[in-house]
């Protein structure tokens, strides 16, 4: 009887869920039935890597779990699941946010990032993101596990230091800015490296001014008359 029960309440939850998940067309829509058996279940509207994302999910979820689980966005680690490592650092809305303890629904209409946004959005020549071509000149990963998670704490610290209009960071300021992020591998000097080789890279002005210096010396003019 409580079972016939359960399954009468799990199946009227999913027709609802049916229902809402007609949503906005062009949205990437994910419906996965089996999982519409609990009545704590939300539907989530946001935008993932600069699509708009319609997706169900129970409510107690975390953010973490919606992209892994849900969305097939693995890129994001499961390290600690308890907000000490940083693995699954993501960007919400441009800020560095730990997707682990997060809950889902806190990130509806809002603009999430994930690793990888780093592959498609500001790739340059080489198709991939400045920071992430530094990673690999520089051999700033060794396993990966924790790389997504530098990743995305690094280039959210970069891309408001430019907007700030502050200039280039001191290498103890990219330190404190993925303090948050454990390597068990790599000691920390090549991903240290490697921000800071990406820093003239997404700084225009920087770049400007160092390749004005570069052709002065080159020419000889050294600005004395
Ligand atoms: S998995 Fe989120 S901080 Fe470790
Ligand atoms: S490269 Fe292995 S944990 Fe950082």
Redesign the pocket.
Known sequence: MGQDNDQSTGDGVLEIGRQLLKGTPGAVVVEDPQRWRSRDVRLLRFSLNGQAVEVAAPTHWTL?EVLRYRLDRIGS?????????????VRIDGEAV????TLAAEVEGRAVETVEALSTGRADEAGVHPLVREFDRHGAAQCGFCTP?ILMSAVAFLDQRVASGAGAPARAEIAAAIG?NLCRCTGYVKILDAIGAAWPLLAPSEAAAESASASDSESGNTGAR
């Open positions: 973490l680690k499961q390290g600690c699941d308890k907000g000490d490592c940083g693995a699954c650092t730990l997707s682990c303890i998670g948050g």
